[in-house]
């Protein structure tokens, strides 16, 4: 099924927002800036193309949306999820075509059928105590309908590492007295685009992310770390979510903007109040044993020191995207963000390093 059009969505900070209703909202967000610094196509293809077709919610995302929810939301967590039913969850049912004639069989009645059904039909028209795996399937599915279902091992790995966060004393404290899965909307005021983010715990002085990582190939624990926040952009994630948190803090004090959904006066006024705030990423370990790794990022090393080169470098991309996706709303619209570029002379300098040793 592709997905529905982009819709427009009022500037603010939402505590209630539906999770698909964010990302089908218009706006560039930080994975749009990832998107987009692949090219421009690229982008239009992954946000804007109406006949583009939803991102699989299988395996690590699966897993990683999983944990977020049993971590930060029990109650979505049980509204969004629920443990795949299984045949052994019911001793003695009738689930083959070979188990349901031997019943027939056994209570002397017709075992001949052309389908399946002939035979359920035929068991359930017999009165006779019976239990029918595939109405017992059916029946739970729907009364789990929209839910995500999870296999028994994926269910205890999920909550192993939440678990795991639960009862880490550094984690457990910075996901305390926050908003999960709070939603921001604002307008920059540089380019005048729709800036977004959801943001997946948000204390008044503070950000938290969490991240599930593999380490498949055993490399020291810190090491995978620092390669993923490099490789998989956290660092273009904490400026892009503290720049939009700074913009919005600044026009809800304005009264710019405002907020929707269920939030303390206390919270909200601690929030608009706090001109620095820091951003947390939160690492656990998809399987066993759930190694945990908390990672604080800052402007700097010292006030007034220069800037961390992995900031600096974020700021400038941001600042470069935001431009550049302004200029295509402009010149492509809903078109496909196409260009026909001449063709490129290779250089030496095109080419990695790693050639040239």
């Known amino acids: 099924m592709a997905n ?57 995302r699966r897993f990683g949306k999983a944990v977020h929810a049993l971590a930060l939301e029990p109650e979505r967590f049980a509204r969004s999820f629920a443990p795949k039913l299984s045949p052994e969850d019911f001793p003695g049912a009738l689930v083959t075509v070979d188990d349901m004639k031997a019943f027939l069989d056994l209570n002397k009645l017709p075992k001949s059928g052309k389908k399946k059904s002939d035979l359920v039909d035929r068991i359930v028209a017999s009165g006779l105590p019976s239990v029918i795996w595939d109405q017992e399937l059916a029946k739970y599915a729907a009364m789990n309908e929209g839910k995500t279902f999870l296999g028994a091992d994926e269910g205890k790995r999920i909550a192993a590492a939440a678990a795991v966060l639960a009862a880490d004393p550094y984690a457990s404290a910075a996901l305390t007295g926050g908003m999960p899965e709070v939603s921001f909307f604002v307008r920059d005021p540089e380019t005048g685009v729709m800036l977004k983010s959801r943001m997946d715990y948000v204390r008044p002085r503070s950000t938290i992310d969490i991240k599930t990582f593999s380490n498949s190939r055993g ?103 935001k431009h550049l996706y302004a200029e295509c709303l402009v010149k492509y619209g809903d078109a496909p963000w196409r260009d026909r570029p001449p063709p490129h002379i290779l250089e030496d300098t095109d080419l990695p390093m790693l050639m040239f040793s």
């Open 219 to 321: 490399k020291p624990v810190e090491k995978a770390i620092f390669e993923a926040i490099f490789y998989e952009g956290y660092h273009l994630q904490c400026v892009f979510y503290n720049q939009v948190r700074e913009l919005a803090r600044q026009q809800l004090a304005s009264g710019e903007i405002q907020t929707f959904g269920s939030v303390s006066e206390q919270w909200l006024e601690e929030f608009t109040q706090t001109q620095e705030h820091g951003f947390v990423l939160v690492f656990i370990e998809s399987s066993p044993p759930f190694d945990l790794r908390m990672v604080l990022m800052k402007e700097a090393e010292a006030p007034g020191a220069d800037l961390n080169v992995f900031w600096s470098s974020a700021h400038m991309r941001i600042s470069d995207m």
């Open 4 to 60: 529905k059009p982009r819709h427009a969505v009022e500037p603010g900070i939402y505590f209630d927002m539906d999770e698909e209703f964010y990302h089908a909202a218009e706006g560039l967000s930080c994975s749009g800036i990832k998107h987009l610094t692949v090219s421009k196509l690229n982008y239009w293809h992954r946000n804007l193309n109406p006949d583009r077709e939803p991102e699989d919610d299988t395996g690590a």
